[in-house]
């Protein structure tokens, strides 16, 4: 368990330095696009697609690092006050809610990027930006956001049976 924790949570580390990275290069593209139609009034016909295409790849993979690094929304008006046992409970509570929804998700993104590939769809613009990659991205997404959703339940799992933070997860001094 605590290698396929290890794995997982790497694979999303990862995927949200690449995410970092895809970033700036959407500002810069865009940067390029607002300095070329408005100094030199000579529009591109790429960075609305370029952008597209980043917007995509930042959250099909940012989901991933959101998770791992705890940065979702959530109402901590409760959640801070109760016990270490009591959170890992409510966690695990709402990740049931989540795999049955990511599940449906990532079954309809793989139905649809198979569709895209069977059809070799591609978008209606100048460029002509093929959509089975997009719509595969995005169902990789989507498995990686499940993997990450099942490295956190089994944290929580440790943390209900030990009752101390998950190894990996204890601050220096504990």
Same mark, same amino acid.
């Given at each position: ?57 930042? !959250? ?7 998770? $791992? @690094?705890?940065? =979702?929304?959530?109402?901590?008006? #409760? ?61 990789? !997404? ?7 959703? $099942? @490295?956190?339940? =089994?944290?929580?799992?440790?943390? #209900? ?14």
């Amino acid at each position: 368990m605590k290698k396929a924790v290890k794995v997982i949570d790497s694979i999303s580390q990862i995927a949200g330095e690449c995410t970092k990275w895809i970033l700036c290069i959407m500002v810069f593209s865009l940067m390029f696009e607002v300095v070329a139609r408005y100094i030199f009034n000579s529009p591109t016909i790429w960075v609305a697609d370029i952008c597209e295409q980043c917007v995509i790849l930042i !959250g099909a993979f940012g989901g991933a690092y959101a998770y $791992l @690094s705890d940065s =979702f929304v959530r109402v901590d008006l #409760l959640y801070e006050k109760f016990s270490l046992r009591t959170k890992a409970l409510l966690d695990i509570i709402t990740f049931l809610i989540f795999a049955l929804f990511i599940s449906m998700t990532t079954w309809q993104c793989i139905v649809s990027a198979q569709t895209a590939w069977e059809k070799h769809m591609v978008s209606s613009t100048v460029l002509r930006v093929p959509y089975y990659w997009s719509k595969t991205i995005v169902a990789a !997404g989507c498995v990686l956001l499940m993997l990450q959703g $099942l @490295s956190v339940l =089994f944290k929580n799992l440790y943390v #209900l049976r030990y009752n101390e933070p998950y190894p990996a997860n204890r601050k220096e001094g504990q």
